[in-house]
């Protein structure tokens, strides 16, 4: 969900291209013949990468802003409900649309684009106007059925009635944005396709602009003295919030459509399911929906555990939500761009049956992600407080709660490396165009998963239930890398594991020397590691992370690490000009 939520991790995060089997839809001059009003030179590669990276960066900062002020006007026990109201429509999004879009219709609009004469445009019309109506039809029902959904979602025996009505009230307001972010999606695709990327990259930042708006009317209509929980929560907050919040969606939808004209596409209804070709689309989707359905299950047991332990003194659905996005730009910013550069050579190389070549992408992916992850794992697993005090302390949070998620990010920060690993692995079936494989993959993964969160939530304390979803996640994400690289050593042959073996181990003496001398240094400075405030916070990071930084590299180099060798090269090179 837009808005940093948390999403299933098949989902193609911010800035990454859409991608059919591994195959990157870059250009125009790939996808089809230039079309009225659409600029030849929106498909330089290099261009719209770096205009898609500034704007993720973009995005994530406003982003965090956007969830540090829903903290610090609801506080945790109002920004658990809220945060578990925005995840049933991105659940539900995720099943309706998210996957498919990424696997089917986007490819599918690329081939019509290449194949009719009009430039895909009559497909794309006829396409969009049944989207519409189904994901109208798909939001109204759901809307209807919200009490039931947030019952099963909240059940348990130490939810309070007010929460569980809290949480119903919420998702009335916020379960519409289903609608919204499906045809965000849908045009965003279209002009994906036409090789137009700025728009859906920076759209975003439109329906993170109107929540932050959102919260400072709030805070300057009702302020903060009033402890807010959901027995005392008025209805003019509730309808506030929730309300903003689907004005950010609809904002978001609206703010792409300018891009529409601008590629050439113009919008007419055009009703007639028949021409697409549903069965196709049905069967082409089939393994996807069954991958996007075992991740929600996921999510409703996640969401299920995080509402019965969340609470005034624990971090519940609201920290773990923080968390797992400061995960997620740890991951899309180096992961994914690692990956989103490596996969069009692994997929020509798959295609023409070069397998060496593709087991060699796959080492050097592993070995890059690793190499460059590496000093980000450190900051987080030994600055996890200090990063969470300077993001999240403020309003309605309390220095305890942020220190809470500063727990949680401690935990988080094991999760970073198998995650993006085990992404890397899928995109490689992707390219080997084994879907299926990915989806059968994923089945025990998420088996694995729901059972660490219901045995981690049995026998800990509740206080430290959000942490241990986290850990689950991590865990479910090493079994994933380690089961993909199984499989794939069958298929593809030789992985040069010895070397990335080797690679990983030199990786992680640098960062655990890092990781100590920055404990040390922490230790000595005012908050010992648990900062009391913002201040000591930027102190604690400032040196602690300068420290984890000048170590990690300085031991790297030591070691002979050729990645982070040759980095540290080029950048000697260009300061050298």
């Known amino acids: ?91 539900i999004y995720e099943l309706l649309l998210g996957g498919i879009l990424s696997s089917v219709l986007i490819p599918l609009l690329v081939r019509r684009r290449k194949a009719d004469p009009d430039g895909g445009q009559e497909f794309t019309q006829r396409l969009l106007s049944f989207a519409v109506v189904m994901l109208g039809l798909a939001t109204v029902l759901v809307v209807l059925a919200a009490p039931l959904i947030t019952a099963i979602q909240t059940s348990g025996d130490t939810t309070t009635p007010a929460f569980r009505e809290l949480v119903t009230d919420f998702s009335y307001l916020i379960l519409p944005i289903i609608f919204f972010t499906g045809v965000s999606a849908l045009i965003g695709a279209v002009l994906n396709v036409r090789g137009h990327f700025a728009a859906p990259m920076w759209a975003p930042i439109l329906n993170n602009i109107v929540v932050i708006a959102v919260c400072g009317v709030f805070l300057l209509v009702f302020g903060t003295d009033k402890d807010l929980t959901p027995e005392n929560i008025s209805g003019a907050e509730l309808t506030l919030i929730g309300a903003g919040t689907l004005l950010g969606m609809v904002v978001q939808a609206i703010g792409l459509l300018p891009a529409l004209r601008k590629v050439g596409f113009r919008w007419a209804w055009r009703w007639a399911p028949r021409e697409l070709g549903l069965r196709e689309i049905g069967h082409l989707a089939g393994w996807m929906l069954c991958y996007v359905g075992a991740n929600q299950i996921a999510v409703f047991a996640l969401v299920r555990a995080l509402n019965t332990a969340g609470g005034e003194d624990n971090p519940g659905a609201l920290a773990f939500n923080n968390v797992f996005l400061l995960m997620m730009m740890a991951h899309g910013i180096i992961g994914v761009s690692v990956i989103t550069a490596l996969l069009p050579k692994m997929s020509a190389a798959a295609a023409e049956g070069r397998l060496a070549e593709v087991s060699d992408d796959l080492s050097r992916g592993i070995k890059l992600v690793t190499a460059a992850l590496a000093p980000i794992v450190v900051a987080y697993a030994v600055l996890g407080g200090p ?62 998963r729901i059972a660490g969160y219901f045995v981690l939530a049995a026998i800990l304390d509740a206080s430290l239930t959000a942490a241990g979803m ?36 030199r990786v992680a003496i640098a960062g655990a020397v890092a990781a100590g001398l920055a404990v040390l240094v922490t230790r000595l400075l005012p908050g010992s590691g648990a900062p009391d405030g913002r201040i000591e916070a930027i102190v604690q990071i400032a040196v602690g992370g300068a420290v984890i930084l000048i170590a990690y590299i300085g031991m790297a180099l030591l070691l002979r690490v050729g990645e982070v060798s040759q980095v540290v090269g080029m950048v000697r090179r260009k300061i050298g000009r």
Request: proline letters at 4%; glycine letters at 12%.
């Open 1 to 91: 969900m837009n808005g940093g939520l948390y999403r299933s991790t098949h989902a193609a995060p911010d800035g990454r291209p859409p991608t059919q089997d591994g195959v990157t839809v870059v250009s125009v001059e790939e996808t089809g013949p230039e079309q009225p009003g659409q600029s030849s030179s929106s498909g330089s590669t290099a261009g719209q990468s770096a205009i898609m990276a500034v704007g993720s960066l973009v995005s994530r900062v406003i982003g965090f802003v956007r969830n540090a002020l829903i903290g610090m006007v609801l506080g945790e026990a109002v920004g658990d409900a809220y945060t578990g109201a925005q995840f049933l429509p991105g659940q």
């Open 387 to 448: 990063i969470a005090v300077l993001l999240f302390e403020g309003g309605r949070i309390t220095n305890a709660d942020a220190l809470a998620m500063g727990t949680v990010l401690t935990v988080a920060a094991f999760a970073v490396l198998p995650l993006s690993i085990s992404f890397l692995c899928t995109n490689v079936f992707y390219a080997l165009q084994g879907n299926k494989t990915a989806a059968l993959i994923n089945l025990p993964v998420v088996a694995v």
């Open 470 to 505: 986290t850990a689950a996640n991590g865990v479910s994400y090493l079994l994933s890398a380690l089961i993909s690289l199984a499989v794939l050593r069958r298929r593809i042959g030789r992985l040069n594991l010895g070397s990335v073996a080797a690679s990983l181990l």
